[in-house]
């Protein structure tokens, strides 16, 4: 093992860890001190996870990290009856983390050209050290029907981490014995940033959701404890460097940060909201930070999917939210509603799937705004709670129950009541931008609530419609999570999405008498609590 003298060349240092020809992310930085990597003994790749590339029936990465530099990180990629044939080389991305000066170094190996609805296996490794391996299914092509899940808000289950809780490890398992085609994590990942030692609390997040995500893919959005002081111009090098998602041709500072994928008849939009949300949740202030850039490219990556026949469902993944009913937590942000939610209504957004306040919520389908209000108050468009129209309006999800030591279930407003931040003032005592709220009556968008349970997640089954221009449903369940690692999720309300397919051209036609009914409820959890 060899100790640099001074500070390497880009070339050196490349060729000296046995990385040449291999490309460094931009704004990276050579470590302060390094080693030469070993061959004999060098240490095992950890922390394997996947992550879907634009076509998510033809494109995979799989990302891990080494505790220090390997030789030729690779990956193997076979099927499960024909063995391991094909080797694809890994990029390795760094970043030194702001705080402890400590390297974190990730790898990254790009599966391209794979064949949809197919099963793969896998394993990672490089020169003298064990391989790891998974495998996946690639999305389908077309009108298929498949499962995918959501919450936010997870920690670890390593006590020491942020606020780390064991609901954290227990609803890893319960989403997995679902085996969905991928996860969605609606962002506050693993608060690093709040948690001692920065770099351990994400190890033990990846090394917690290794035991699914090394089997599909678990697509995150950035939530606001994803900025990390002095990680990065904006604070989220870490969240950048840690996943390879898929290109949304953004500037090299801001890729990763929102992205768009393909998953059958449903396209998946993940955003980024610290860079339109009022209130001031992260390390650092980053309001405005995009410059307008993501907002142009939701509108154009929104209206490409309603111009397309082969996409009938538009998902948006998010962190911070538009509704919630809590009295004690975050609120809702006008932020939100001012720059997205308008979008959302004029390129018909079936169901956005959010994070940040620690609960479950769900609105009746909404479009516009209830009247000219400081709040920009939004207009509930029905009231059914077993099948929901979504192309009368979208339908937001809370799923902020993920596993965290602080949930927000005991904090919602009884009655339904709304707090919305509408803009902020001077820095208070906390160093922070003092929120200004609004208050407004909820009772007219708020569907459902979970006032009884602090844990859970949510699934959706897509069922595709049977012809051109028939109905496609998308069947969620809201599962409770069980206190436990082999136990099943307890299901607490199932409800129907459905709009009419786009490949006939008649997407706004109203669902008609082939809706068929299945069972919600209006409140969800303990009536007597919320009396
Ligand atoms: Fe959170
Ligand atoms: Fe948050």
Known sequence: MGWAKRQPTRREFLRQVGLAGVTIATGARAPAIWRRPRHAGAPRPAQLHLQFGTDAAREMVASWTTPEAVSRPRLRLGTPAGGMGTTVPAETRTYIDGLSGTEVLTHHATMQRLEPGTAYVYEVLHDGGAAIAGDFVTAPAGRTPFRFTSFGDQSTPVPGDGIASPWAGYVVDQVERLQPLFHLLNGDLCYANVSADRVAAWTHFFENDSRSARHRPWMPAAGNHENERGNGPIGYRAYQTRFTLPDSGAEPELRGLWYAFTAGSVR??????????????????????????????????????RADPAIDWVVVCMHQTAISSARDANGCDRGIRETFVPLFDRYGVDVVVCGHEHHYERSHPLRGVERRSETLQPRAVGTRMDVIDTSAGTVHLVLGAGGTALPTNAGLWVPARARVIVGVGDRGANGRLQPRYVEEDAAAWSAARDLTHSYGFAAFDVEPGNAPGALTRLEVTYYNTAPSHTEPAVPLERFALVRRRSDAGIASIAPGPDVAPCDARKTVGSAARAA
């Not at 949300?277 to 990556?301: I, K």
């Open 268 to 305: 998946v939009v993940s955003l980024a909201n610290d860079d339109v949300c009022y209130q001031d949740g992260g390390d650092t202030y980053v309001r405005g930070y995009s410059g307008g850039a993501q907002r142009a490219w939701l509108e154009r990556t929104l209206a490409a999917a």
